[in-house]
């Protein structure tokens, strides 16, 4: 996902990391031994880096391809120097200090968390962590505390594991993660009306209905979830769920989305593997 802000100078990039980096990162599955995986990837933006005349900054949102283990798994990785290298290499926060007059800094890998945010002018973009390092409850009550704190009026939220899974019952439509994130996640998205959510994991297409209180909102001012992951990821094959009518569109296609903040909402344009653009739309708020 790629957001512009044009309501101010500042062109803001960001990206959910296994969603798109999947078809490069794959092989590293949080083994020190691949980690040249990375020097790879960044490689092949040097040259758009260069293009556009400044370094393009990302936001990585964790994944099981990062720590290499499913998401609720029933051993704990442990935050130091040996853990996955996406705990090592990309701290996506500064250091939280008791003290507020301390300096910020970079934190030591066991003070990094997978629960972070980025805040800039009137939007707040959230990662968070489907069930790997923290648990769904915990950063329930730490994305409470956020956005009753927040002054953002555009709020995104991304995280892995889909809460609403475009594919059918014979998948993970009815998953624990499913069930945790309805439970607590979905509620709070609902009350303090979170823009949209990305959804990651299962490399398919997906739009979804604005959705409020686990069903299509009657009014049109829900959340809209985007998905699933399928940037540059081998697609996914399954039946596409139609039992409940929560999406708009579905297919079966590698896409990046781009999305313009504006002073009256947002809109989002799907780019798929060849440039073309096959879906648009706007949320004013």
């Not at 972070?116 to 409850?137: H, N, W």
């Not at 001012?221 to 990821?233: Q, S």
């Not at 990046?256 to 809109?267: C, D, E, L, M």
Request: with cysteine; glycine share 8%.
């Amino acid at each position: 996902v790629f957001f512009f802000n044009d309501t101010a100078t500042t062109e803001i990039y960001t990206e959910q990391i296994v969603g798109s980096v999947r078809c490069v990162q794959e092989t590293d599955n949080g083994l020190h031994s691949c980690v040249f995986t990375w020097d790879e990837y960044f490689r092949r933006f040097e040259k758009i880096n260069d293009e556009v005349g400044y370094i393009v900054p990302w936001v990585f949102q964790i994944g099981n391809h990062d720590i290499g283990l499913n998401s609720l798994p029933r051993r704990k990785i442990e935050k130091n120097i040996n853990s996955p290298p996406y705990l090592s290499f990309f701290p996506q926060h500064l250091q939280i200090h008791d003290e507020p007059h301390k300096p910020q800094e970079i934190p030591t890998i066991e003070s990094r968390s997978s629960f972070f945010y980025q805040e800039f002018a009137d939007v707040i973009i959230i990662s968070m962590d489907s069930g790997y390092l923290l648990s769904y409850e915990e950063q329930g009550k730490m994305l409470r505390n956020l956005l009753q704190n927040t002054k953002a009026k555009h709020k995104f939220v991304v995280y892995h594991n889909p809460t609403y899974n475009v594919c059918g019952p014979k998948t993970d439509l009815v998953s624990e993660q499913v069930i945790q994130g309805v439970f607590y996640w979905v509620p709070i998205f609902d009350e303090f009306g979170v823009t949209t959510v990305f959804e990651n994991h299962v490399h398919l297409f997906k739009r979804s209905k604005p959705l409020k209180g686990n069903a299509v909102s009657k009014n049109g001012d829900g959340t809209v979830y985007l998905g699933d992951g399928a940037w540059g990821a081998q697609l996914d094959e399954c039946d596409f769920d139609k039992s409940q009518g929560f999406f708009e569109k579905t297919e079966k296609r590698n896409h990046a989305w781009k999305v313009t903040i504006t002073k009256t909402g947002s809109s989002y344009t799907a780019f798929d593997g060849n440039g073309e653009e096959f879906d648009n739309f706007t949320l004013t708020y």
